[in-house]
């Protein structure tokens, strides 16, 4: 069965530095989605994309994130000028057309700023 | 807003069955749906069910929904020990983007 793909699984960067989370989506969606869930939190909507453009952002998502398609398999998502707080799971997620398709998420990336 | 609760924790003994429940406060849900995440992995859609169906069956799981009173359960029949996991409700609402607003999610224990 076809899957959302993240890399990397776990990543450890400096505060102040930025980062770059990757995901390969499943191949024939046309929605991707970034989320975050904070240890012990809820899973919490960062933004999704369709169309190489951003459809729909969380109040989360303020001029620290960006995402980008940079070709036909890949979206990622920035973070600048990292703070401890931005220590979470990052999760991408797909979905077919249609904005009430189920999306399926991947594994996700460990993001831990120290 | 709209917002999403769950028990935090659910324990039973292998073979009985599981029933995670799950309130939710927005009348205008659409799509109700309940994720699976084993621990280091992501989430994995199990079911979903549309808001003018009332039961939806799945092999092992049945998910109920309780429109009047917003309550959305899943039950796990004969529940094994791989059935350990957190269970995350979530709902998307009509009129809306479809984005899902998540519970916080129930950890499922399964003891021999």
């Known amino acids: 069965e076809p899957e959302v793909t993240q890399t990397p699984s776990h990543q450890v960067t400096q505060m102040g530095q930025e980062v770059i989370l990757r995901c390969v989506p499943i191949s024939n969606h046309l929605y991707f989605y970034w989320y975050r869930q904070i240890l012990g939190q809820k899973v919490e909507f960062l933004v999704s994309f369709y169309n190489n453009e951003i459809s729909e952002k969380s109040e989360i998502f303020d001029d620290q994130f960006s995402v980008e398609r940079p070709d036909g398999s890949n979206f990622t998502l920035k973070i600048r000028s990292t703070k401890l707080e931005d220590s979470a799971m990052y999760f991408c997620a797909s979905s077919e057309e249609g904005a009430d398709q189920p999306q399926h998420f991947g594994d996700g990336t460990r993001l831990s700023i120290l | 807003g709209e917002d999403v609760e769950q028990s935090l924790f659910l324990s039973v003994r292998e073979g009985d069955s599981s029933v995670i429940n799950c309130t939710y406060t927005?009348?205008?849900?659409?799509?109700l749906y309940w994720y699976k995440q084993e621990p280091g992995a992501g989430l994995q859609l199990l079911t979903y069910i549309f808001s003018n169906m009332d039961m939806k069956q799945d092999q092992r799981l049945t998910v109920l929904l309780n429109k009047k009173d917003k309550h959305l359960s899943l039950r796990i029949a004969d529940t094994q020990t791989g059935d350990s996991a957190i269970y995350f409700c979530?709902?998307?609402?009509?009129?809306?983007?479809?984005?899902?607003?998540f519970g916080r999610g129930t950890s499922l224990i399964v003891h021999p």
């Open positions: 979530a709902e998307t609402l009509s009129g809306g983007s479809y984005i899902p607003t």
């Open positions: 927005d009348s205008s849900s659409t799509y």
